[in-house]
């Protein structure tokens, strides 16, 4: 009896703690109404940013990640002329420099999510070409980082390592998005042959 007592009382508690959150998105979502935000009607998620914002919320992630990584250029450009760093301020110039094209990046990376979310089922199509755009943009930045420590150290070894990775840059998103492409067509086929296989067991 005692037991049974207890999973009651989790059972209502976890009930209660699901109706509080869906009461908090309501309000939220009331809110987002009051003040010109309409909700995008039959959104396939629970999270609330989806919901509200739709097809525009990757554009608002998108402006405050930009305005973040310039902040971010300033606080480092103020440390790196207290310390009298000079490899600090060359990362401030790079942020500032290039924000147009981590804003760009966002609003790549924002509607991949959304388009993730939006089309479950079908995502898996471009999933790859997204991965590979991302190891694109690491790739972009290894460069940058081995071409401005070679400034200071001036090391044969990380000039031909920084050479080797920009002219291959391509080739090696290529393999990438080549290899995703065939974990992923490897992970249907034992997922279709697992289901084929527990049919024929019933």
């Known amino acids: 009896m005692a ?19 869906e009461n908090v998105v309501e309000e939220m979502a009331a809110l987002a109404q009051k003040v010109g935000i309409k909700p995008s009607k039959g959104a396939p998620n ?9 097809l525009l919320g990757p554009i608002f992630s998108s402006v405050f990640g930009a305005l973040f990584v310039i902040i971010s250029s300033w606080l480092i450009r103020l440390v790196g002329f207290q310390l009298g760093n000079a490899f600090v ?16 990046l966002f609003v790549f990376f924002g509607y991949s999510d959304y388009f ?3 089309f479950r089922k079908k995502y898996w199509i471009i999933a790859p070409f997204v991965s590979g755009t991302c190891l694109l943009f690491v790739l972009w930045l290894g460069i940058w980082v081995l071409n401005t420590t070679n400034l200071y150290s001036n090391s044969i070894f990380l000039a031909n390592l920084s050479n080797f990775i920009y002219a291959n840059m391509v080739n090696i998103m290529l393999v990438f998005i080549v290899l995703d492409y065939v974990l992923i067509v490897l992970e249907k086929i034992i997922l279709i042959e697992g289901l084929n296989g527990s049919k024929k067991k019933i």
């Open 3 to 21: 037991k049974r007592h207890k999973i009651s009382r989790e059972e209502k508690f976890e009930s209660m703690l699901e109706k509080n959150a």
């Open 46 to 54: 629970d999270d609330w940013g989806f919901r509200v914002f739709g």
């Open 89 to 104: 301020l060359d990362v401030a110039s790079m942020l500032s420099s290039n924000v147009h094209w981590f804003f760009a």
């Open 116 to 118: 993730s979310k939006r």
